[in-house]
């Protein structure tokens, strides 16, 4: 049985060949290796995680026109995140559904933040410009 399964078809898209220790039914260590792809496994899920994390962040931000450091907050967390689970998918090799439940709650947490800062800011801006209307 062959434990190499090298891809012979196009070598410019080889990325890194991983090597697995298991045991046999006798025992026996061995060690498989497997050649992954440059668009497939977990630089596709680096890129999904970039597109959440920090693109859509952006683009939501930029949508609701925030000021100040407020912006700078969203893309420090948004990297901050997208590292920490690009880590955590690489060296304790997480499910996909445990991946994508952190991006939803990761979004979905920016999102809300966004939202509230919206919403207070605008809000106040409207009590101090009717408290300097009716006391002027």
Same mark, same amino acid.
């Given at each position: 049985m062959n434990d190499i399964y090298p891809s012979k078809k196009d070598d410019s898209n080889l990325k890194e060949v991983e090597d697995f220790q298991y045991e046999d039914e006798y025992g026996r260590l061995k060690f498989k290796y497997i050649v992954v792809n440059? @668009? /497939?496994g977990r630089i596709k *899920? %680096? %890129?999904f995680e970039l597109l959440i @994390?920090? %693109?859509l962040p952006l683009v939501l &931000?930029? @949508?609701l026109i925030i000021k100040g450091n407020f912006l700078i907050v969203f893309w420090a967390w948004s990297i901050l995140t &997208? !590292?920490?689970? !690009? @880590?955590a /998918?690489?060296?304790y090799k997480i499910s996909k559904f445990f991946t994508i439940a952190l991006f939803s709650i990761f979004y979905f947490t920016i999102s809300l933040f966004s939202i509230f800062y919206l919403v207070f800011s605008s809000f106040f801006y409207l009590i101090t410009s009717l408290i300097? *209307? %009716?006391f002027k």
């Open positions: 440059r @668009l /497939n *899920l %680096f %890129f @994390l920090f %693109f &931000s930029m @949508l &997208s !590292f920490v689970i !690009f @880590l /998918n690489k060296y300097t *209307l %009716f």
